[in-house]
């Protein structure tokens, strides 16, 4: 079911790094490339990488059969370094990047050169060193991030990164510069991973890449309390179409505010590449808003990312509920294939009876399927928002009736609004329903998915870490359009105040349909294409390994809940009463007066 450009061998068989910088110069752990033997190895790969030609391949579809057919446009799930790549290439070179491998070494190796120049030190200032990048310098941190890395920053900090403290975005910056320069390095068999000044470490959890990410990345925001990693995790609906549209469209907004005051308020000319603390507010906040927002728009070309992600995790407490015999959950699967109702590490029962699909029928934003046209800015919705919207959207609300609202949760037989909503934030701090929606997004990621946008473009989406390694031209290119005219609209705010680069010819460019029956198809919209595929396909294929997975059991055993107590959100108390009111009676009885 995945659609994958293969490469003649040939040109697969790449260089190592002895063959290319020589023995004194490999790179292995604990021993970095050079400045000089970087720049070596990425002219030599690049001028040994043969162009890869497209040749016939099979691909299917979900809801289809398999075919023979021309290599199809690809896009991908986008890692950090991909949500760097988006955020600083035009998209003729990221489409180039896609099918010319010397065209991708050089894109990969400038981005690990850009990487590596923090290696020694997060403070140094780059501006010299890659005049061609957008940087943007925070305020509360003094670090120096590209435009592409503000992309990359909403998978780990909130919203307000550029007020944080340098303990708190230096560690997560670092580790994350580090991750982007192994994995360049990775794709072409080079090593040359050693750790960054600064990084966030994870101690003891460092034998596994993928767990010790996550653990440092939790430990070094854990003094944000509610927006440490985990709980960003718990909220993360966000990424995830239809929210994430909404989420990019209002931080675009407000970065277009920011963008026209500067234009009203200054009638000089201004550089419009890198920005520090000395310049302009309303400048510096049109980048730092619109660098942060870019990342949804760009989790919205991707397979994994085009699930209703809270509907997933619904569906999963409807399909647990209907399993039966809990005692022998350690035994796993029956010989005769029946699973089993796990009986520890579970949410609690008030979760489990109040969060199904049939008892929350508001709960994943259904409502939300349309283009975001009016979606006002994360200021506007925190003071005003009451209706339902993504977890983290509802979550950065100034009120709680506000917080209750956006949620979605209504009352059920026996149970006040309130009580829902307690059991909405315990459903959200589970593990067990938290790995269902991440099987699901992991799934589509290794199979891809073919999807159309209201533009008409046809494109297959899926896949990690493969931006430029299984992208088509067409696929990379129409990911990078919608990055490129959306930091394009802000510079044409600051620059002459109107732009033609709007919300809505930004949203034709994402996908909006999910092409199923092969060559002779359709496209079904993707809210169809749940309930028609995707339900289903949960069902039978991706909800039974979840219940059955030894990550499943580690998990319940090991951390139930992502964040230790879970999100606390008490109901605001009623105002107290005023010592005195006259001649009147008090409530308790009392006389006044």
Same mark, same amino acid.
């Given at each position: &079911? ?33 400045? %000089? ?8 790969? /690049? ?5 890869? &030609? ?27 370094? !991909?949500?760097?790549? $988006?955020?600083?290439?035009? *998209? ?17 190796? !400038?981005? =690990? ?24 310098? $925070?305020?509360?941190? @003094? ?10 920053? =909403?998978?780990?900090? *909130? ?14 910056? #670092? ?7 192994? #994995? ?8 040359? +991973?050693?750790?960054? =000044? ?56 407000? %970065? ?12 000089? #000319? ?84 109040? &969060?199904?699909?049939?008892? #929350? ?6 409502? $939300? ?26 979550? +950065?609300?100034?009120?709680? !009736? ?33 790995? =269902? ?21 046809? &494109? ?60 002779? /198809?359709? @496209? ?6 749940? +309930? ?27 951390? *139930?809940?992502?964040?230790?107590? @879970? ?19 008090? *409530? ?6």
């Amino acid at each position: &079911m995945r659609a994958t450009e293969r490469t003649p061998a040939a040109s697969r068989a790449l260089p190592t790094a002895a063959t290319v910088a020589g023995p004194a110069r490999v790179a292995r752990p604990g021993r970095p490339l050079t400045p %000089a033997a970087l720049l070596q190895v990425q002219r030599t790969v /690049g001028n040994r990488a043969a162009t890869a &030609m497209i040749g016939p391949r099979r691909d299917r579809c979900l809801g289809g059969r398999a075919h023979p057919r021309p290599r199809a446009p690809v896009v991908q799930r986008h890692a950090s370094f !991909e949500h760097t790549l $988006l955020g600083n290439t035009p *998209p003729g070179q990221l489409s180039n990047a896609a099918v010319d491998r010397s065209a991708r070494s050089h894109l990969l190796f !400038e981005l =690990a050169r850009q990487a590596n120049f923090f290696s020694g030190d997060a403070l140094a200032d780059p501006r010299t060193a890659f005049p061609d990048v957008r940087w943007v310098k $925070l305020r509360g941190s @003094g670090l120096w991030l590209s435009y592409g890395e503000l992309s990359s920053m =909403a998978d780990y900090l *909130p919203a307000d990164v550029d007020d944080l403290p340098r303990d708190v975005v230096e560690p997560v910056v #670092q580790r994350m510069r580090r991750l982007s320069a192994a #994995q360049c390095f990775k794709m072409y068999g080079l090593y040359g +991973e050693s750790p960054f =000044a600064g990084e966030a470490e994870s101690g003891v959890y460092e034998f596994s890449e993928s767990v010790g990410i996550e653990k440092a990345m939790d430990s070094a925001t854990a003094s944000l309390g509610a927006d440490r990693y985990f709980g960003m995790v718990e909220r993360n609906a966000c990424h995830f179409a239809p929210e994430s549209w909404h989420r990019w469209a209002r931080f675009h907004e407000e %970065a277009g505010d920011h963008a026209l005051a500067f234009h009203r308020g200054k009638h000089e #000319q201004v550089a419009l590449d890198s920005v520090d603390t000395t310049q302009d507010e309303n400048l510096r906040q049109a980048w730092l808003k619109n660098g942060y927002g870019d990342h949804f728009l760009q989790d919205s070309f991707a397979a994994g990312h085009l699930i209703n992600k809270t509907l997933v995790m619904q569906w999963f407490v409807d399909y647990v509920n209907g399993l039966s015999s809990k005692w022998w959950d350690l035994i796993g699967r029956m010989w005769w294939g029946d699973d089993t109702k796990p009986w520890y590490g579970m949410p609690d029962d008030d979760v489990m009876s109040s &969060m199904g699909t049939a008892a #929350q029928p508001n709960l994943a934003g259904q409502g $939300l399927y349309h283009p975001p046209l009016s979606a006002g800015t994360p200021a506007m919705d925190a003071m005003l928002g009451d209706t339902p919207t993504d977890p983290q959207t509802a979550w +950065e609300r100034d009120s709680h !009736e506000g917080r209750v609202a956006g949620s979605g949760v209504v009352a059920t037989p026996g149970r006040t609004r309130e009580q829902n909503y307690q059991a909405y934030l315990k459903f959200l701090n589970s593990s067990f329903l938290q790995l =269902a929606a991440g099987e699901t997004h992991d799934y589509l990621n290794k199979r891809g998915l073919t999807v159309v946008n209201d533009r008409g473009d046809r &494109m297959t989406v899926g896949g990690d870490n493969t931006l430029l390694t299984e992208s088509g031209a067409l696929g990379a290119r129409v990911a990078a359009e919608a990055a490129q005219a959306s930091h394009q609209a802000i510079e044409d705010l600051i620059g002459t105040g109107v732009t033609d680069r709007t919300v809505d010819k930004i949203a034709a460019l994402w996908p909006t349909q999910v092409w199923v029956g092969g060559e002779g /198809g359709h @496209g079904v919209p993707l809210q169809d294409w749940h +309930e028609d595929v995707l339900h289903d396909l949960c069902r039978t294929q991706i909800f039974p390994g979840v219940v059955d997975s030894f990550n499943s059991k580690v998990a319940r055993a090991a951390q *139930p809940g992502l964040v230790d107590g @879970g999100l606390r959100d008490p109901a605001t108390p009623p105002p107290p009463l005023p010592d005195n009111l006259g001649d009147f009676v008090t *409530p308790r009885g009392d006389p006044m007066g």
